[in-house]
Each structure stands twice: as structure tokens, then as C-alpha cells.
């Protein structure tokens, strides 16, 4: 079974509004950890954002906010005032533990398209 | 600025030959990941390695790739005899699993190394 699944191929947002990526995921595993990364034409993979599983509060990082909700095993990216610069391949991923730097599995991406 | 660094940043070589590709982790980092990314399979983990030692490498080819970590600055993945399937970007990605708080360590990536095989 997928452990992690971004439905959204692409996206298309106009620049300055917001935009939400789907992730869902799938773990027996009560701790674990969330991220986000994104990966721009120029193929480097950029840490956005972290959410642990027994985080209170949603995760944000600047315009990045994660909207993690557990019941529903989901953890949407949102991306606030959206830029050209943001036009990327945005990855989805899942560590199985809390405990240090383990394996991640990623989604298969979500590629975003920002226009003036 | 910590960076992972990885050499070369592009290779295209033949069938047959023999790629070595270098990572250099974030100094500190006790844990090295490899990773390979291609259309058909997406982002794929090969090999990881923790203080040095190698904790899995099941997602690797065993009959043609090899994994080490001669030093704790130094990680490599080599390929041999490299086949036209391999090509794909390699991603080497290190973290540490020393933070208090360490469900909020992450892993940082290299800029890879794109590998055409001919």
C-alpha cells in the first residue's frame, strides 16, 4: 500500500494568492514525522517544513503552513501570497519513529505553476 | 552556510563502465542517505548510513552498486558495470539523530549528480 499519496499532479495558482497541495498518508506507526520539500527546475530538493505527530499546533515556516490533521491521516501544504519564484515540484514525505534521522518515502510530487 | 556537497554534478558515461559518485555531508551529521530519483519510479532510497555504519541498503542492486563511507566527511556510491536503466539523478542527503529534540531533525540534500548512461 502507498504509504504517501499527493493526488494533485499539477496546480496552476496566480501569483500573491494561496494555494493547497494534498498529502494523505498511511502509518500503524503512532509516531512519525511529516515533511515538505520542494524541488525547483535547477533539481535541488529544499527542506520547507516539519510536522511531528504528536505536534499540537500546525507547522508554519514563513508563507509555508501545514495543515495537519490526523483523524483524517492528511498533511496539506499551504502556501500563502504565492510568488514566481514558488513554481516548483513540491514532494510530500513520511518518517516512520520520532527518534533521530530515519528513512523518509515520499510522494510521487505535486508540480505548481504560479502566473502573473 | 552548511551545504551537502556531491561531485560530479553531471556524468554521462558508456555501458559497462564504472561510475564512482562523492558525497561530502553537512559536518556533524551522522547519517548519510542515498537516493535515487527518476520519472518512472519517483524518489527511491538506496542506501543509509549511520556513524559510518551501514543500516540499509536494501533498496540497492546488490550485484552491481556498492555504498561506503570511508570517513565521516566522505560517502560514496559506485556503480559497476553501470547500465542505461541507472540513469537518474543520485541525491545524497545527510541529518543528525543527536538533537534533544530530535523529532524535528530533517535531512538536507546535496544537488545531486545526473548520471547518463549511453
Known amino acids: 500500500a502507498q504509504k504517501i499519496t499527493q493526488t494533485q499532479p499539477g496546480m496552476f495558482v496566480q501569483e500573491k494568492e494561496a494555494v493547497t497541495l494534498d498529502c494523505t498518508y498511511d502509518?500503524?506507526?503512532?509516531?512519525?514525522?511529516l515533511f515538505w520539500y520542494k524541488q525547483p527546475s535547477s533539481g535541488e530538493m529544499i527542506f520547507l517544513i516539519y510536522q511531528g505527530s504528536y505536534d499540537q499546533q500546525n507547522a508554519t515556516e514563513g508563507r509555508y503552513s501545514l495543515n495537519f490533521q490526523k483523524a483524517r491521516k492528511s498533511a496539506n501544504l499551504v502556501i500563502s501570497a504565492s510568488q514566481l519564484g514558488d513554481s516548483a515540484m513540491y514532494f510530500c514525505?513520511?518518517?516512520?519513529?520520532?527518534?533521530?534521522?530515519?528513512?523518509?518515502?515520499f510522494g510521487t510530487g505535486t508540480r505548481l505553476q504560479v502566473f502573473p | 552556510d552548511a551545504r551537502v556537497t556531491q561531485t560530479p554534478r553531471h556524468k554521462v558515461t558508456e555501458m559497462g563502465q564504472e561510475v564512482t559518485m562523492r558525497c561530502q555531508p553537512i559536518l556533524g551529521h551522522n547519517t548519510v542517505f542515498w537516493y535515487r530519483q527518476t520519472m518512472m519510479q519517483g524518489l527511491e532510497l538506496l542506501a543509509y548510513f549511520r556513524n559510518r555504519a551501514p543500516l540499509d541498503d536494501s533498496g540497492m542492486p546488490k550485484d552491481r552498486f556498492s555504498a561506503e563511507m570511508p570517513d565521516a566527511t566522505l560517502a560514496t556510491l559506485k556503480i559497476q558495470p553501470s547500465e542505461p536503466r541507472d540513469s537518474a539523478v543520485y541525491f545524497c542527503?545527510?541529518?543528525?539523530?543527536?538533537?534533544?529534540?530530535?523529532?524535528?531533525?530533517?535531512?538536507?540534500f546535496g544537488p545531486g549528480t545526473r548520471l547518463t548512461v549511453l
Open positions: 502509518t500503524s506507526d503512532p509516531s512519525y514525522g
Open positions: 542527503a545527510s541529518g543528525s539523530n543527536m538533537k534533544a529534540s530530535a523529532g524535528t531533525d530533517t535531512q538536507y
Open positions: 514525505a513520511m518518517r516512520e519513529g520520532l527518534v533521530g534521522t530515519d528513512k523518509l518515502i
